[in-house]
T-cell receptor, first 110, second 112 residues
Framework: QQQVRQSSQSLTVWEGETAILNCSYE??????FPWYQQFPGEGPALLIA?????DKKEDGRFTIFFNKREKNLSLHIKDSQPGDSATYFC?????????FGSGTKLTVEP | DPKIIQKPKYLVAVTGSEKILICEQY?????MYWYRQSAKKPLEFMFS???????DNQTASSRFQPQSSKKNHLDLQITALKPDDSATYFC???????????FGEGSKLTVL
């Protein structure tokens, strides 16, 4: 059973636009939600994370919006750059195990 | 310099053979993990170790055996290889918070 879902396999935006990547989850016990960024041929790297007590976390051009009632969250990437083209994984933690969504491949066209 | 070293980066094996994937981390972390990534199941959790002790195992098959000879080592032995085992295997580590993982570059295994 997929505990963390990312509805879009891929997303294409133009340079300068805001990319919005969506994620939902099943387990109410999840309390920490990191997003990981992965470039081809590399391992995933932690980008930004939010705890379930917060509804928003911002770090530079990256913002997570979190809705605990609806069990969903989104990653907003402002002023998208071609260098942001990568696969983004939403994840959630339960009992010290990190569960990943299936990923959204973002392409930023110049 | 890479903080998590995985060897080999690429390997090809024949069905039925055995391989060992090596992982060493130089971040001073106490917890280490193995994840598998394939087209069918992106980033699937396999094992977690803390202070060289197995904490969690979500791999159904006993053909996968982690081995921790030192605090900063967590190797993965895979026996009786099958084509379905073809995937990229990622080693990761964390200090305390299991959500803040640092990943290696992966070992891409192809089983023919």
């Amino acid at each position: 059973q997929q505990q963390v879902r990312q509805s879009s396999q891929s997303l294409t935006v133009w340079e300068g636009e805001t990319a919005i990547l969506n994620c939902s989850y099943e387990n109410s016990a999840f309390d920490y939600f990191p997003w990981y960024q992965q470039f081809p041929g590399e391992g995933p790297a932690l980008l930004i994370a939010i705890r379930s007590v917060s509804d928003k976390k911002e770090d530079g051009r990256f913002t997570i919006f979190f809705n605990k009632r609806e069990k969903n969250l989104s990653l907003h990437i402002k002023d998208s750059q071609p260098g942001d083209s990568a696969t983004y994984f939403c994840a959630a933690i339960n009992y010290n195990v990190l569960y990943f969504g299936s990923g959204t491949k973002l392409t930023v066209e110049p | 310099d890479p903080k998590i070293i995985q060897k080999p980066k690429y390997l090809v094996a024949v069905t039925g053979s055995e391989k060992i994937l090596i992982c060493e981390q130089y971040l001073g972390h106490n917890a280490m993990y193995w994840y598998r990534q394939s087209a069918k199941k992106p980033l699937e959790f396999m094992f977690s170790y803390s202070y060289q002790k197995l904490m969690d195992n979500q791999t159904a098959s006993s053909r996968f055996q982690p081995q921790s000879s030192k605090k900063n080592h967590l190797d993965l032995q895979i026996t009786a290889l099958k084509p379905d085992d073809s995937a990229t295997y990622f080693c990761a580590s964390s200090q305390e918070q299991a959500g803040q993982l640092y990943f290696g570059e992966g070992s891409k295994l192809t089983v023919l």
